[in-house]
DNA sequence: ACCTGAACACCGTTCAAGT
DNA sequence: ACCTGAACACCGTTCAAGT
């Protein structure tokens, strides 16, 4: 029991019908369309009318709009993610750690809808925090632990927290955005036994 | 000309029919009592009905929404800026912007929908973030140049981005708000020319 | 002046009928 | 199997009729 009973996007690729898998694609072609122009709220009738098909079919495929909305972020979020990996080997850890963080502010800031999303709280996205999590959070615990070992940030934090909270920060856009995560990094060098009492 | 209008809630008190306050009063109150428990987004019929007055008469106090919204979270936004000013003196400079700090995530915590209105960005909220500045930019002034003076921070600080900065990590609720707002103060006594490269 | 609520428009969602 | 779109329910908003 608990199986996952064709979840919509991904999945089993074999018995399914040529014009669903069509269908399937151009909603989700769509839907990034109408969404960046219109947000995530945009008409049903207005995405199933840009794909070509009844509003019957899109709810086949999407029953909740809420997988839609997951089915099209996961798409974003991986594109993210596939970006991380070349920094760690190009910088010194803590020059990598604050350069991620600021390509993360750019990739956030620029889709109104994902933080939205993430952050509402309702269960209806859950799965769409878990993906962010599964795909973003090894990325920065890499860079967090070779600037830690580096001596170059406070030892002891956690991946997840600070992505969440480096999100939300992005979320307002802008330099304001960028400026807000340079502090808050710098808030991971300052170590308390210094200088300063 | 661009006199304000009768701008809903506040503004001159003669000249109103008793029961048009009354229903006024009425409105606020029970709009308040359904935000916290439906959020903001709660249908226009139950807000009235529990107020006892007709759709017609909702929509002739706040013909937006948003004016219902704006004018509810004003009272609460008056709540919590009255709450902060004992803290200076009581504390170190420092100190106090830390504490003035939490107590603000607690009351932004609390507050699920005034968040996610003051971060939409749709213009019909424009009056919000604007009285939100009115009423808490001098407080978080006062805190931040008492500690620029006394050099337990960084100098040249803008209180708003800094508001505006916190509220978002604050509408993240919890215990992860609380250390991320913490990490972000600490940003503001760190200072690249003394210890760390 | 202000209030009421029927009436209209719009959007989400379902499901009987088609292929 | 999958698709279609008419039909239904619900909610925001207006406005003619009342006081």
Known sequence: MSEKTSEA??????????????????LLKAAMEVFATS??????REIAGRAGV?????????PQRSDLIVAVFRREI???????EALA?????GEALARWMQRFVDFVSAKRG????????????????AYFDQRLRPALENLLQAAEE????RPGMDAIELLHAVSRLASAGGDDARRMV????????????????
Chains 1, 2 share one sequence.
Do not use: K, M, W
């Open 89 to 93: 080997a190009q910088y010194s850890p």
């Open 78 to 84: 991986d594109a993210c993610a596939d970006a991380a």
């Open 114 to 129: 994902l933080s939205a999303a993430l952050h509402s709280g309702d269960p209806a996205y859950e799965p769409l925090p």
């Open 150 to 153: 580096a001596g170059e940030i």
């Open 9 to 26: 996007g991904e999945g089993t690729d074999r018995q399914i019908r040529a014009d669903a898998r069509r269908n399937l694609d151009g």
């Open 39 to 44: 947000g995530v709220d945009a008409p049903v």
């Open 182 to 197: 340079a502090l808050l990094v710098d808030g991971l060098r300052y170590r308390p036994g210094n200088t300063q009492g």
């Open 54 to 62: 009844g509003v019957g079919t899109f709810y086949r495929h999407f």
